[in-house]
């Protein structure tokens, strides 16, 4: 019997530690809160900048997960982190030789942003709303209509004093590029506009797609933020900004008002700190450097991976995951 | 409108025992409403509240329009604490949008920096030689009707219920920029859906209307209506929102603002003669009210003892919507019997004798 | 009418549910690339009208695919068709040809 990882969260980076870790000969056990493995990206559709259906990633890797025998906990929510474990809610322990924690992140409640008037106005709705809606295969207004006119705002709840968020999200631009088009695609007589304060495209082929966006589905992108959104005839949804390259303010009623929400520090974060971790300003967990202790929380025997830490896209959450497997072996001497 | 976020912006509000401290336009403005503040307080919730004649303005026009100097108007507001204390009281009832912007900003000027009021406290005391203690309880007089807006239904012998169709009335309602924008944990509801007057309109039988321009300013912005040549801001913005809610057909607007009812009231007035426009029924304007005035025809009060004679719009369809017994004649009557005089005829009254 | 001695100022918002986008969506159509504008502003910097007077392509150009046309007619007047601001785009957008789209078109919209 090897030695036994307790892995916090079930989504990809999660996962993909308690894969490199078995493959070392660890015996990792994950503890997931949720009814099922996958994260935050089970609930997506398809993935950027690819268009890849997200089933031809999270498919293959659960089947990975099953065929390693790892030992899985579903409806585990952890409450607090003890000697040489976790203790989950409503009682039960978790034990191993290490902890690698891959809780994630929060979504931004767009709530919080009271003047865009989500949950409040028709036809308001969120990036993770969208998700949805493309995953149950109909995108329409309240009304039952489909958009002539679809608004996305950029970095709702990013960069944002008022909500304490100083942080940039990261993925949400490129996030609303690709919803952008999946929407242009569906509604080819739709207008499309993005509202944005800078376009952040850090990743390979994010930038192209930028582009494609501009240049093959005639999205618009309008810089200046949303300062309000407001309810009108027919839910419709009236918004203001200005357009700061041509200095005017600018204003448009559109049939559908998509927010771009970010990342926030995962509510459980609070809960590591009682255990002696360290929340860092942005409310993700502070790593012990952004280096080459990335992944390493500067408690003995606690990792981390994944968007617990940052915010990151799959990619960088699959390599934190194989990361932490390293320095996990190497502290077990596995 | 879902407007259920409300609730989570709840300010105490005093249930008893109010210091009033007046406004300066709004006597002249809607002469009969703090009048009838006094009365519902007083006379139909059975409360304390004392009217001080000793108080004076708040200064608060002089200081937006940059002729009244900080330190000054805190000495002023601080008198005005010396006097609610003189009269053993703590809560004070403000009935201008632009003081009560004026109270909240003191208050947290000296909550922030505490040699401030120190300062102040001191030319108070070299000025008049008084002392002052800090209001327990500030609230805004909406704030106050709102907090007994289920008492007023209770003995209500009229409500905003169109008394022909049976239909809710509706209303628009219009907060001023100084109730929460500056801080909007002084609002009821918050800065973005204030539920302060809409509560008032739905506890007595009226529903709401939203419209896409309601949180926009009235352009009042103190410099830009006191200087001649910068009317136009002003008045642009109160077409702005007039343009916004004339589609939802309002049957009234409602106010808590000196300012906004007086422009969204009088520049109707304006914009007819300028442009030939009228945003009410038949060619005729919106009729504006206070929430006094609105609490008052609820409560059954005379409307020409509340004042509604002084309006720009005519009240009058408002009236027979809500189905309130008046005496066409006795509009331009003062209480003794004297005759006032009428206005000349405008486009937003025409068609009303 | 009484004289009030002030108008009613017009709002001064780019209003996107009333402007006519017939010419710019014609100006598009045949200079697509003029979409992948990201407004680095190379254009402006390097222009040599823009070096003596107020002539700004960037803003005129995003002005008229907003459907503000008023005039931009006369703003290129004041290109001298030189073609540094092709040059240094790193877009590839054919700015000459803007010019000679809007002057050819937008000849109505004149001040």
Redesign the interface.
């Known amino acids: 019997m090897g030695k036994q990882v307790v892995i916090v969260g079930g989504g990809v980076a999660g996962m993909q530690a308690a894969l490199s870790l078995k493959a070392r000969g660890a015996e990792p056990v994950i503890v997931e809160r949720g009814d099922r493995l996958g994260g935050k990206v089970a609930g997506w559709h398809k993935l950027f900048p690819t268009f890849t259906p997200v089933e031809d990633v999270l498919g293959p890797m659960l089947q990975r997960v099953q065929e390693a025998g790892i030992e899985i906990h579903t409806g585990a929510e952890v409450e607090a982190l003890v000697d040489g474990g976790v203790a989950v809610k409503g009682g039960g322990r978790f034990s191993g030789d290490a902890t690698v924690i891959c809780s994630g992140f929060d979504v931004f409640d767009a ?1 919080r942003k ?2 865009y ?1 989500y ?3 028709d036809n308001v709705i969120t990036t993770v709303d969208l998700e949805r809606m493309f995953n149950e295969g109909h995108v329409a207004t309240v009304q039952g209509t489909a958009p002539h006119r679809v608004a996305f705002l950029h970095c709702v709840g990013s960069r944002d004093e008022k909500v304490g968020a100083h942080h940039c999200s990261k993925v949400c631009c490129i996030t609303g590029v690709k919803q952008a088009i999946e929407m242009k695609k569906l509604f080819p007589a739709a207008e499309i506009y993005n509202f944005y304060m800078d376009i952040r495209m850090f990743g390979p082929g994010y930038e192209e797609l930028y582009r494609r966006a501009q240049l093959e589905y005639n999205i618009n992108f309008v810089r200046g933020r949303i300062s ?1 959104a ?4 027919g839910g419709k949804v ?1 918004i203001k900004a200005e357009d700061t390259l041509i200095g005017r303010p600018l204003k448009m ?1 559109v049939d559908m008002l998509v927010l771009i929400v970010g990342m926030k520090g995962g509510a459980s974060n609070a809960s590591y700190a009682a255990g002696g971790l360290v929340v860092a300003d942005n409310g993700f967990m502070q790593p012990l450097d952004p280096f080459c202790g990335n992944v390493l929380s500067g408690k003995e025997g606690i990792f981390y991976a994944g968007a617990v830490t940052a915010p990151k896209n799959i990619g960088d959450s699959l390599n934190e995951g194989s990361a932490v497997a390293d320095r996990v072996a190497e502290y077990l001497k596995l | ?5 409300w609730q989570e912006y709840q300010k105490e509000v005093a249930d008893d025992n109010y210091y009033y401290l007046r406004s300066c336009i709004r006597q002249n403005f809607f002469p009969g409403s703090e009048k009838a503040f006094v009365k519902i307080i007083r006379d139909e919730l059975g409360r304390n509240i004392f009217d001080d004649p000793a108080h004076t303005s708040c200064t608060g026009i002089g200081y937006h329009s940059d002729i009244v100097l900080h330190e000054t108007i805190m000495t002023v507001v601080a008198r005005q604490f010396s006097l609610m204390q003189d009269a053993g009281l703590e809560n004070a009832a403000v009935s201008c949008i632009t003081s009560f912007g004026i109270y909240t900003e003191v208050l947290e000027t000296w909550r922030e920096f505490p040699e401030v009021e120190e300062r102040i406290r001191e030319n108070l005391y070299k000025a008049t030689g008084r002392e002052f203690y800090k209001p327990r309880n500030l609230a805004h007089t909406s704030d106050i009707i709102f907090h007994h807006r289920e008492a007023i239904r209770d003995r209500a012998k009229y409500l905003l219920v169109n008394r022909r169709t049976g239909e809710p009335l509706r209303g628009v309602e219009h907060i001023g920029c100084h109730y929460a924008k500056i801080f909007p944990k002084e609002g009821i509801g ?4 204030p539920y302060v007057l809409a509560g008032m309109i739905e506890a007595w039988g009226g529903t709401v209307v ?6 926009h300013c009235c352009g009042f912005g103190f410099r830009n209506y006191l200087v ?6 002003s ?2 913005n109160s ?2 929102k007039l343009e916004s809610m004339a ?2 057909k309002p049957d009234f607007i409602l106010t808590n603002c000196p300012g906004c009812g007086m422009f969204l009231d009088k520049w109707q007035y ?2 007819a ?3 030939g426009t009228t945003y009410g029924e038949d060619g005729k304007g919106i009729p504006v009210l206070t929430y006094e005035e609105l609490a008052g025809l609820v409560l059954g009060y005379d409307p020409w003892e509340l004042g509604l004679q002084m309006h720009q719009v005519d009240v009058e369809p408002l009236l027979n919507k809500m189905g309130i017994e008046y005496d066409p004649a006795a509009k331009y009557l003062m209480p003794n019997g004297k005759y006032i005089g009428r206005p000349a005829q405008a486009a937003v009254n025409m068609g009303v004798e | ?2 004289q ?8 001064r918002a780019v209003n996107l549910d009333t402007n006519d986008f017939v010419p710019a969506e014609k100006l598009l159509r045949e200079l697509p690339e003029l979409q992948s504008c990201i407004a680095c502003g190379s254009c402006t910097a390097t222009c040599t009208a823009g070096n003596l007077t107020s002539f700004n392509f960037r803003k005129v150009h995003t002005l008229v695919r907003r459907g503000e046309y008023r005039e931009a007619y006369e703003q290129m007047d004041k290109c001298m068709l030189c073609g540094k601001c092709r040059l240094v785009c790193p877009r590839g957008i054919n700015t000459r040809a803007v010019v000679m789209k809007i002057k050819r078109e937008l000849g109505d919209y004149q001040r």
């Open positions: 709530r009271e003047e008037g949950g409040i106005y309000e407001s309810q009108a005839m009236q009623t | 409108m879902k407007r259920n976020t918050g800065v973005e859906f939203d419209y896409p321009e309601r949180r001649q040549a910068n009317r136009g801001y008045i642009g077409q702005k589609p939802y304006t914009i003669e300028i442009e | 009418m009484p009030f001695g002030f108008s009613i100022s017009q709002p």
